[in-house]
């Protein structure tokens, strides 16, 4: 029975192909906006910089008749979040033909790339990034979630472990570190990650989820509910934690699920 739950809804990562560039606000971001769904602000996009007024700006990236690469990444932004992927892709390339060493500009286009599901173009856009800017976190989470998906393990593990190095308080990085690992089946050493992903925030849906999963897998079903419960008081419509806790009361109903494991 534990293991039908297990194989009924797996692990889940935040959508981090979709996350922000870098900077300070893609962690806030995940802290202050915990859901189901992808982070506040625009989804995948590195953040813009500035240049000219905003009312220039906002008329060159609607007409798309400008070789700014500044605005054409705005343009591209504003694609991406309308779910325009096409598009947002020949922004962002054209914003690259200018300039090509802009790291952001080839993250943005990874995030455009993975979310119309042309993962190897995202790959070598993150890789890219990554020649570039080789401490890129953001790219290096972006990259790793990509090789798990492909289930790359050893690839992607790197990637996270590097990431972890430049931010070791990176609690996304920890819940994918953790993710890879349980799919590989370290369920056992996978908990500490997802462990430290809920210790550096609490309030982070899918990390207490996982973590429950992994107590599951090992056998540890009071510590599994607890971590459900501890779900549905901050996010009481995660519905994953729901059907994973009705599971439980139907096992414990059934006399299924025993006595934790040490």
Known sequence: MITAILGALGFLVWQTSLRPGRSGPVRDSRSQAPSTGAPGGLPGAAPTRTAGTPEAASGATERGDTNDPVQLRERGNAMLAQGRWSEAIASYGTALAIDPEDEELHFSLGAAYARARRTNEAIAAYTKALEISPNYVEAHLNLGNLQT??????????????????????????????????????????????????????????????????????????????????????????????????RLRQMRTNGAAGAPAP
């Open 149 to 246: 998906g492909l289930r790359h393990y050893t690839n992607a593990i790197a990637h996270f472990e590097a990431a972890l190095k430049s931010d070791p308080n990176y609690a996304a990085a920890w819940n994918s570190l953790g993710r890879a690992l349980a799919e590989q089946g370290r369920a056992a050493q996978a908990i500490t990650p997802f462990r430290e992903a809920v210790r550096l925030d609490p309030s982070y849906p899918e990390a207490r989820f996982n973590l429950g999963q992994v107590a599951l897998k090992l056998g540890r079903v009071d510590e599994a509910e607890h971590q459900f419960r501890e779900i549905l008081q901050l996010h009481p419509d995660f519905s994953p934690a729901r059907k994973s806790l009705d």
